[in-house]
């Protein structure tokens, strides 16, 4: 959220060429664009895959807001994916807590587009402890009706007993010095039971995917083998 496909993964697209790559971009993340709903994203990108790759694709690679996603396709089933690598998916239902935390992430975001400091204490409270690398892939023109519409979403994500059916093998990616994704994963461990999991050390949210690039894409091959 708040990033783009291009800020977040141009600095590993170029290692991980042996495969063909699609890079989407989610609405309201790009010009002359709106945001709609998580599940309109989910359709557009399952029309796609359907319409040009019969419906299957070898894997798939979310990070964040877009693990999110990834989590949504694999619960929807519409299509079939045979790898999927989770990078800090955020699935945490935040009940009523919702608003609280959208209207904290339009704050943030606000603060950095006018070239302002957040407060260092909630800024690594959630980022981790040194980690500017989400001010780095910001997408500046994100407007607060996007920010809201998508808080809304991820913040209230459901997951349904359909997702146990899904027949993929499954990664989760995160930081040490984030705390939402673990629960994220335990919340999804309770659907799939032999998701693995890996831990980076002394790394924050998109920390590792931005500073350390060539390490980060290792990774991803060495699962997608």
Do not use: W
Not at 122 to 130: A, H, L, R, S, T
Not at 146 to 154: A, F, L, Q
Request: net charge positive.
């Amino acid at each position: 959220m708040a990033t783009t496909g291009h800020t977040c993964f141009d600095r590993i697209i170029p290692l991980l060429n042996t495969y063909c790559i699609i890079l989407c971009e989610v609405d309201g993340h790009y010009s002359n664009s709106s945001y709609v709903s998580l599940d309109k994203c989910c359709e557009e990108i399952e029309k796609y895959i359907t319409d040009n790759y019969e419906g299957s694709i070898y894997a798939l690679l979310g990070f964040s807001m877009g693990g999110s996603i990834g989590i949504r396709l694999m619960d929807r089933g519409n299509i079939t994916i045979q790898r999927v690598i989770l990078d800090a998916a955020f699935c945490v239902k935040m009940g009523m807590l919702t608003p609280v935390f959208r209207e904290m992430f339009c704050y943030g975001v606000g603060r950095i587009k006018s070239g302002k400091q957040i407060p260092k204490v909630i800024y690594e409270n959630i980022m981790g402890k040194g980690n500017n690398s989400l001010i780095e892939m910001m997408y500046m023109d994100i407007s607060k009706e996007t920010i809201r519409g998508v808080c809304n979403d991820v913040y209230r994500i459901d997951i349904t007993d359909r997702i146990k059916q899904f027949k993929g093998k499954v990664l989760f990616m995160h930081g040490s010095n984030e705390p939402f994704p673990r629960k994220s994963l335990a919340r999804l461990k309770k659907y799939l039971p032999n998701i693995e999991s890996k831990v980076i050390d002394k790394m924050g949210h998109g920390q590792f995917l931005h500073d350390k690039s060539e390490e980060y894409a290792g990774i991803i091959l060495k699962y997608l083998e």
